[in-house]
């Protein structure tokens, strides 16, 4: 995968490119412990004097031959990329790279690429995301090539819903075709349902289609002693609150009283496009909301290029959470991204003319899942604009959404409560913009 060692007491990439008489870059060999053998490389790539990268050796085992390295890749004094030889042949089997997606100081998303065959090609790579910055991953992915074909066709996903310090859910999509959509999605969640810090459910959910309805939910009993499942229903009723996607009602702004909505629903669903079978949720999120505050029309292919140029979208992985308010920066939509929002925080957003993206948990929306049986530990999955909230019943509040995720999501109707419920499992994530 790479050849970063060896380079022991020489200084490599000294250079005059242009003939100057000055050096167009400069190398220079440390011995940073003091025990004759230089240990890092000092590198001005630019030739400026100051060096703007800086390699380490590591020797784990203290042979006195290198294990793999460090990289400063940009000067600031700050690791953020290593490299793996543990065999000792010159080539590293694994490389981890650390990056601060926002820029404040604290490390968000660490990638990690492992040739594990020897192969010389990647395969597998790990993304681990620490959503809340806490120091604990919040999500990780893990891409694998399982038959070595120099193809990744199996991606687990996995959460730490309840910010714990635990990875407490799993999901494995295999593409079997290469054509890179899950053929078939298998999702395992071990939840603790009594609060004794102990995992007592089990449950498992199987898409054998890949067409993002699930058709088979098995719930277990788990033996908090010896682990032995014993299974509790197997029946495809995921139970829930009660509503699912087909039994939603959609605003009709011909009929509504203006008095008893927030917001402007009617015109935001002007905006509205369905997403398909993709992974760009926040994506169309964000352009509705830039088209409602620009009257300009936005390409969605474009944005998916600028989005996935920038870092900020994969087609495999869709958007990290942090990242779900780029494209509106980009495009000069000034917003403010918080957690720990309430209904309040909404309503004030929308009665002052403004727009609001959430993160949500749309299996509590589009399939009547629910919390309530399993604890807390579900997670966020979806992006959607809230575009109004219909208050015309005061006993029975509904919020209104432009859901990209389904061909009914256009003005979508959600009672208030279960999208209370769906919008938890963000941590009551908004962007609030005008």
Not at 21 to 29: F, N, P, Q, T, V
Not at 56 to 83: P, Q, R, S
Not at 143 to 157: E, N
Not at 168 to 177: A, E, G, K, S, Y
Request: charged residues 30%; hydrophobic residues 35%; glycine residues 12%.
């Amino acid at each position: 995968m790479f050849n970063l060692f060896g380079y022991g007491t020489t200084q490599p990439l000294n250079y005059d490119i242009d003939g100057d008489g000055i050096l167009d870059s400069y190398a220079e060999g440390i011995d940073t412990d003091g025990d004759g053998i230089v240990d890092t490389l000092a590198l001005d790539l630019n030739g400026d004097g100051a060096f703007d990268q800086f390699v380490t050796d590591l020797d784990y085992d203290g042979d006195g031959i290198a294990d793999g390295c460090m990289v400063d890749t940009d000067g600031d004094g700050v690791y953020d990329a290593f490299f793996f030889d543990l065999d000792h042949d010159g080539v590293a089997e694994a490389a981890q790279y650390q990056y601060d997606s926002d820029n404040n100081g604290v490390v968000d998303m660490v990638i990690t690429e492992k040739d594990t065959d020897g192969d010389g090609l990647t395969d597998e790579v790990a993304k681990r995301y620490d959503y809340d910055q806490d120091g604990n991953d919040d999500y990780v992915e893990r891409f694998i090539d399982t038959d070595g074909d120099g193809r990744m066709d199996t991606l687990l996903q996995m959460y730490d819903d309840d910010s714990d310090g635990n990875l407490d859910m799993v999901r494995m999509n295999l593409d079997i075709d290469g054509d890179g959509v899950a053929d078939s999605v298998y999702e395992e969640q071990y939840v603790d349902t009594d609060g004794d810090g102990m995992a007592d459910t089990l449950i498992r959910q199987i898409d054998s289609d890949g067409d993002g309805t699930y058709e088979a939910l098995e719930i277990y009993d788990v033996d908090e002693d010896t682990g032995a499942l014993t299974l509790m229903t197997l029946d495809g009723d995921l139970g829930g609150n009660g509503v699912t996607v087909d039994e939603l009602g959609h605003f009709d702004p011909d009929s509504a009283d203006p008095d008893d909505v927030i917001g402007d629903p009617g015109r935001a669903m002007e905006q509205w496009e369905c997403q398909g079978n993709t992974g760009r949720c926040a994506l169309y999120a964000q352009k509705f909301v830039i088209e409602e505050l620009t009257g300009r029309e936005i390409d969605i292919e474009e944005l998916a290029d600028l989005a996935e140029e920038n870092g900020w979208f994969t087609e495999e992985g869709g958007t990290p959470t942090l990242n779900m308010n780029k494209v509106l920066d980009y495009y000069g939509v000034d917003n403010d991204m918080t957690f720990n929002n309430d209904m309040d925080d909404i309503v004030r957003c929308l009665g002052s003319g403004g727009k609001v993206i959430v993160s949500i948990d749309a299996d509590e929306i589009w399939y009547g899942e629910t919390d309530d049986m399993f604890d807390p530990t579900d997670n966020a999955n979806h992006a959607v604009e809230v575009i109004g909230i219909d208050n015309s019943d005061p006993d029975h509040p509904m919020v209104i959404l432009n859901d990209s995720g389904h061909e009914g999501g256009c003005g979508e109707m959600v009672p208030l409560d279960t999208f209370v419920d769906a919008w938890e499992d963000s941590g009551f994530q908004l962007i609030a913009c005008m």
